[in-house]
């Protein structure tokens, strides 16, 4: 029977862009799968579609225009002979539609049942779902009410509280609020950007947990049945709800607990009929109290740390599940083993409020070594466009014990060196050196309300002088040698350009 | 030569007269200086202490990546500085600050109008770009002088979105 299932497809395409898709061919290739890459006109050079077998064009740069649209991708999918499309994450990733769509069009969905996304993906859905299979959640709403039935609930609920995207994910479409005051504007705000990430402006709220780490299941599920979970990560470390730094295990989550929160993950998933990876993630308390806050049917970008502390390639799984294998690992055989810290690097300006940084990478050089991973979809010349996501790579360090994770990530944060966009890799590094990381003392609101980028000390402001007057030494010298001094009409630094232009 | 170099508000006084030796605020300095290959890498052994940066020159600065930071620096010889003192000390205080957006993206919101009142850090406009809301916030207290730009407009990286004076300048002209 089993052997019938297997090689249900040999061509994946691959419905996504940046360093998930190229993670995703790195997966197909090594099960021998063909891949076919889709771009738009922004991405025509980018890795992944280099990487791919074949790479078919779907439209302009907005996503709206591109990667969100299902039609071209299932005629991409016709036309090249694809038999099975990879969602990645975000995008067309939890969306029942575009789950279903595949399957209306003879291609395996690689992922969970179109009802069990529309399950997960309709947060009030999940919620009674789990309730029902007797796992605590969050108090809050309904979504789809109109914005004063939210303002009534809001009292009810009482505040602190959360306004959040129905069909969300990643922060997008998310907003705390503090007071009655401002709720309305938070409304009209999480509508507005959730209409433009996901196209659905559907919004709900949930009580604000105080002390609060938000720590998640990975579960992994078979067509035969079999569910099983790889251990908790922790993704307290969040700005504007994205988190930006990950790690696997908790400093919170003893085996007992591990125990309890992986049992409960699995009924979770076992309440939706749940096939193919996907994670639960639940709010913690002081009191090691935890709640269900949703679940995200698909890869998460934080999946790597996982990877290395269990040994199990999560995307391979992915593609074998789909093809309708058993489970390689039943739940006594996942064992963890080590510590792994995920960085997100973002091209953003840490010292300025975490503002976006557009432009043309000029320079990139891959920290390397023992107990180092970096997925990415940079390379020189790449161009970080307004059109994405800001997140450019994700750094991930493995070590025996979590210290030496962090002091491995320490190291390769400085060597990691990305020139032409700013990046967040000073944050990173300031908070690789915080007592309260290193001691493990933080909650989701601790990178926002505690930690401050004023206070970082650097140290090699003399050393950046001296380079920089060495370069200016140089090209002046190089320029007069050119152009005598008294001859010249113009500056120096015009000749010297002129003349590097001469010598091409 | 005699450099004047400026890394976040600290001043350098950087002298090079010679290939493997310089002087800074006064101290030599034994250097070795390398550059490698076409990119913007470099290699420098400073009294044999070994640094690897990338230096590439900006519209206004230089940009040096230097052990995951990114520092802006000016670099000046003698007589550019002191052209450039003389001219600071008749404009610099009462220039206006100009709010540039940073992206390229969409203007969501301007929050504030000309003649308002405005301290530092307080959201002037919001951008959205890469499917986010970017709150860009004043970076002095003032007057907004000019608005350039409104709700629903497409903007241009560096495009000039509001402009900030003083309060004191303008009940002047007024």
Not at chain 1, 356 to 365: E, H, K, L, M
Not at chain 1, 392 to 416: F, Q
């Amino acid at each position: 029977m089993d052997n019938l299932l297997i090689q249900k497809f040999d061509k994946v395409l691959i419905a996504n862009r940046g360093e998930i898709a190229v993670r995703i061919q790195r997966a197909c290739h090594k099960l021998g799968l063909q891949t076919i890459a889709v771009y738009s006109d922004a991405d025509r050079n980018a890795l992944h579609v280099r990487y791919a077998d074949e790479a078919y064009n779907i439209g302009p740069p907005p996503a709206t225009e591109s990667y969100l649209v299902i039609d071209r991708l299932i005629d991409v999918a016709k036309k090249s002979g694809a038999e099975a499309v990879h969602p990645g994450y975000g995008f067309l990733a939890e969306r029942a539609d575009f789950a279903q769509a595949c399957y209306d069009a003879g291609l395996v969905f690689i992922g969970p049942s179109p009802k069990a996304i529309a399950a997960m993906g309709d947060k009030q859905l999940a919620r009674q779902t789990v309730r029902a299979a007797g796992v605590s959640v969050v108090p809050g709403t309904d979504p789809g009410l109109s914005d004063d039935e939210l303002i009534a609930a809001a009292e009810k609920i009482g505040f602190p509280l959360l306004v959040k995207a129905a069909a969300g994910g990643g922060g997008k479409g998310m907003r705390p609020v503090h007071e009655a005051g401002s709720l309305s504007n938070a409304l009209a705000g999480a509508r507005r950007e959730a209409t433009a990430a996901f196209g659905d402006g559907t919004v709900y709220l949930e009580k604000m947990i105080s002390d609060a780490r938000h720590i998640e299941i990975q579960v992994l599920g078979d067509s035969q049945g079999n569910v099983i979970h790889l251990g908790e990560r922790e993704c307290s470390l969040q700005r504007r709800h994205q988190k930006v730094i990950e790690e696997a295990p908790s400093f919170v989550v003893d085996d007992e607990l591990r125990r309890q929160m992986g049992e409960v993950a699995i009924a979770a998933a076992r309440a939706v009929d749940y096939v193919n990876a996907g994670t639960v993630e639940f709010l913690v308390d002081r009191d090691k109290n935890f709640y269900f806050l949703e679940m995200n049917t698909r890869v998460q970008v934080e999946h790597p740390v996982t990877e290395l502390v269990t040994g199990v390639d999560i995307v391979q799984e992915q593609l074998r599940v789909a093809r309708g294998r058993r489970l390689r690992y039943l739940q006594d055989q996942v064992k963890l083993k080590g510590w792994a810290i995920e960085c997100r690097i973002n091209a953003e300006d840490p010292y300025h409020d975490f503002v976006p940084s557009t432009g043309t990478i000029t320079a990139i050089g891959l920290p390397t070594g023992p107990g180092i991973r970096v997925d990415t979809g940079l390379y020189e010349g790449h161009t970080v466009t307004p059109y994405y996501d800001s997140m450019i790579s994700k750094l991930i360090c493995y070590g025996e014990t979590r210290g030496e994770a962090v002091l491995r990530m320490r190291r390769a944060l400085e060597e990691y060196r990305i020139m032409g966009v700013k990046t967040n890799i000073p944050f990173h590094q300031h908070m690789m050196e915080s007592h309260r990381f290193l001691s493990g003392q933080f909650d989701t609101r601790f990178v926002e309300e505690r930690f401050s980028m004023s206070e970082r000390e650097i140290h090699d402001e003399l050393e950046a002088a001296i380079f920089a007057t060495l370069v200016a030494h140089q090209r002046s010298q190089r320029a007069s040698q050119i152009v005598a001094p008294g001859e010249r009409d113009t500056s120096n630094w015009k000749w010297y350009t002129r003349w590097e232009r001469l010598q091409r | 030569m005699k450099y004047i170099t400026t890394v976040n508000g600290q001043e350098y006084i950087i002298e090079i007269d010679q290939k493997t030796e310089i002087t800074v605020n006064g101290e030599r300095h034994g250097v070795d200086f390398q550059q490698l290959a076409e990119s913007g890498t470099l290699s420098l052994l400073i009294d044999n202490r070994s640094l690897e940066a990338i230096v590439e020159e900006r519209e206004d600065a230089w940009e040096v990546l230097l052990h995951g930071e990114l520092y802006a620096v000016h670099v000046q010889d003698e007589r550019a500085y002191r052209l450039a003192q003389a001219r600071g000390k008749l404009s610099d205080a009462s220039e206006a600050v100009v709010i540039r957006s940073p992206m390229p993206g969409l203007i969501l919101d301007v929050l504030v109008e000309e003649g308002a009142h405005i301290g530092q850090g307080q959201t002037v406009v919001i951008l959205e770009s890469m499917k986010m809301e970017n709150e860009l916030r004043a970076g002095r207290d003032g007057v907004v002088t000019r608005v350039h730009v409104g709700k629903g407009d497409s903007v241009e990286k560096n495009q000039e979105l509001i402009a900030i004076g003083d309060a004191e300048e303008i009940k002047e002209q007024q």
